[in-house]
């Protein structure tokens, strides 16, 4: 059954790919994020010392509209909305002997949105917000008084977003000169 989902605001309508919201303020969660670009896999990623317990993969895909302006420019546009799929790993399976791969099994899921209109800067840096995926017509704002906000924006190599993790925008970015300080301090060992 195909999830219902409002229809965008007329500012929206005419921006593709561009977030919508629900008259609550909720996200409604991008459904055919699965065609989008895709960015990378992180296998059992974890930004602090200690280990989740279970093995996962991060999927990353990006709005095409806002991919293709990174390219052009080496920064995200406005209205950009980045999607974070978190899926189960696995060693043994059909014909598999070694290494991982990914389930079925959708452990989670998070969006990243720059939206500009909603979420000022001098709120939000960079006019990002994060969204917990809920339901399939639903996502809802992970307060800012979450860590993954003050970790973006001191670590994020590309407005407050983690392109060091991209391995195609990294030499984008790098070319083009759109490295934060801050990711730069990170990756010269320079940063505490």
Same mark, same amino acid.
């Given at each position: 059954?195909? /999830?219902?989902?409002? $229809?965008?605001?007329?500012?929206?309508?005419?921006?593709? @790919?561009?977030?919508? =919201?629900?008259? /609550?303020?909720?996200?409604?969660?991008?459904?055919? %994020?699965?065609?989008?670009?895709?960015?990378?896999?992180?296998? @059992?990623?974890? %930004?602090?010392?200690?280990?989740?317990?279970?093995?996962?993969?991060?999927?990353?895909?990006?709005?095409? $509209?806002? =991919?293709?302006?990174?390219?052009?420019?080496? +920064?995200?546009? #406005?209205?950009?909305?980045?999607?974070?799929?978190?899926?189960? $790993? $696995?060693?043994?399976?059909?014909? &598999?002997? &070694?290494? +991982?791969?990914?389930?079925?099994?959708?452990?989670?899921?998070?969006?990243?949105? !720059?939206?500009?209109?909603?979420?000022?800067?001098?709120? %939000?840096?960079?006019?990002?917000?994060?969204? #917990?995926?809920?339901?399939?017509?639903?996502?809802?704002?992970?307060?800012?008084?979450?860590? *993954?906000? !003050? *970790?973006?924006?001191?670590?994020? /190599?590309?407005?407050?977003?983690?392109?060091?993790? %991209?391995?195609?925008?990294?030499?984008?970015?790098?070319?083009?000169?759109?490295?934060?300080?801050?990711?730069? /301090?990170?990756?010269?060992?320079?940063?505490?």
């Amino acid at each position: 059954m195909a /999830a219902k989902h409002p $229809a965008p605001a007329k500012s929206q309508a005419s921006i593709p @790919d561009a977030p919508q =919201y629900t008259s /609550a303020g909720d996200l409604v969660p991008p459904v055919d %994020y699965r065609r989008w670009i895709y960015l990378t896999s992180g296998l @059992d990623m974890s %930004y602090s010392a200690q280990s989740s317990g279970m093995s996962r993969f991060d999927n990353v895909f990006a709005s095409p $509209a806002a =991919y293709s302006q990174f390219v052009a420019t080496g +920064h995200w546009p #406005d209205k950009t909305i980045l999607v974070l799929e978190v899926r189960g $790993a $696995a060693s043994k399976g059909s014909i &598999n002997k &070694n290494g +991982h791969f990914q389930t079925t099994n959708l452990m989670g899921m998070e969006v990243h949105v !720059r939206d500009s209109s909603r979420f000022p800067a001098s709120q %939000y840096p960079g006019g990002w917000a994060f969204f #917990d995926v809920v339901s399939r017509s639903k996502a809802t704002l992970i307060p800012q008084t979450a860590e *993954c906000y !003050r *970790c973006h924006q001191a670590h994020g /190599a590309v407005d407050t977003t983690f392109v060091q993790f %991209y391995p195609t925008l990294l030499p984008i970015a790098t070319q083009m000169g759109t490295l934060s300080a801050t990711y730069q /301090a990170d990756a010269s060992g320079n940063n505490p």
